[in-house]
């Protein structure tokens, strides 16, 4: 499809029609028969939560990752929760995040009862900023939580740096829920932070439904956080069953965050294909590269050297100087076309929750400049060639429609 071609066509928001009749997700999960089998098979078995399938997941997911130690959680949210509280984050603490990702990385700190100080992101990655991070290290920071936004790795050694430089020495926390698969210098993310923190959610890289994990190789932080998703008890119901004991003690103030059977059996079979939707995805990335890195209205987005992203998201950017219509518009006008576009995200501090307890009046330039350009296009791994294709039409056309002369 050239200029010329989608120059002509009216976009379907003015009455022409659609790229696509029917609408395209922008992400969606694949289960295939294989995944159902193994849900059945755990659903006729003795155990529905917390049997066998807990830790043999937990195990298999922490050498995939490359970390000692795989703790599995009921959500990534809660996976957040437990990392905040083996980092010992409490009351008069503060933990230095970044304004752009979902409000659930920023949510954990206030769990805690600590405070939550945004550092603003790197212009390039979208990913937290070292240097603005510098700027809002005090003696009371005790956690920094990095987001891998869309997939690709936070700067992960300049955070960890930043970290080892300071007395109190803040733990890095990685919020990988974008990055399941993604390698910094050569590694997987999961053994490289203090604590690195997976998501589950259907729209992510692997599914359980619900679910998430943390990977550390620090074995009393593991043993922390298995605690803690476990009402603060020191042994698993299982394990009491097995070894013929009643007793167990409640050490201290978890919360019932347990991952079932089921939810791990259907995560050990989605983990057989896991790389093989890894590739797809970063074939289709390559795609929606090599198509938009030359548009003369959108940013692609921008990989770093020695960093292999796993795409989660393909976020583009518009260029608002080059159109004619705002962000909304051209949102709308995709969505018309039935292409599934979204926006991640809303800057956290920007939610009213936080405007209303926080001071946020010194802003966030780079991530509020980049909100207003954001719009993630579709991707998960189960798209077609066409739906692919379709995407690229219906961005060019649009794109072409609203461009200024
Ligand atoms: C960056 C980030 N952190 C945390 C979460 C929370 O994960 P979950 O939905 O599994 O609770 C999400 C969910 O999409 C996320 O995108």
Known sequence: MNALSTKLETLAIHGGAPVREKLLPYGRQSLDDADVQAVIEVLKSDWLTTGPKVPEFEERFAAWVGARHGVSFSSGTAALHGAAFAAGLGPGDEAITTPMTFCATANCI????????FADVSPDTLNLDPQEVFQKITSRTKVIIAVDYAGHPAALDELAGLAKAQIQRPL???DACHALGAEFRG?????????????????????????????????????????????????????????????????????????TDIACALGLSQLERLEANLARRREIAARYTAAFRDFPAIVAPTVRERVNPAWHLYPVRLKLERLAAGRGEIFRALRAENIGVNVHYIPVHQHPYYRERFRTEEGYPVAEDAYERLISLPMFHAMTAQDVEDVIHAVTKIVDHYRKA
């Open 187 to 259: 590694k997987r993310v999961g053994g490289i932070a203090d604590m690195t923190v997976f998501s589950f959610h259907p729209v992510k890289h692997l599914t359980t439904g619900e679910g998430g994990m943390v990977a550390a190789n620090d074995a009393r932080l593991a043993e922390t956080l298995r605690r803690f998703r476990n009402h603060g008890i020191s042994s698993e119901a299982r394990q009491r069953q097995e070894a013929g004991q009643w007793f167990y003690e409640m050490v201290l103030l978890g919360f019932n965050y347990r991952l």
């Open 172 to 174: 890095l926390i990685e």
């Open 110 to 117: 206030l769990y805690q009862g600590a405070t939550p100080v």
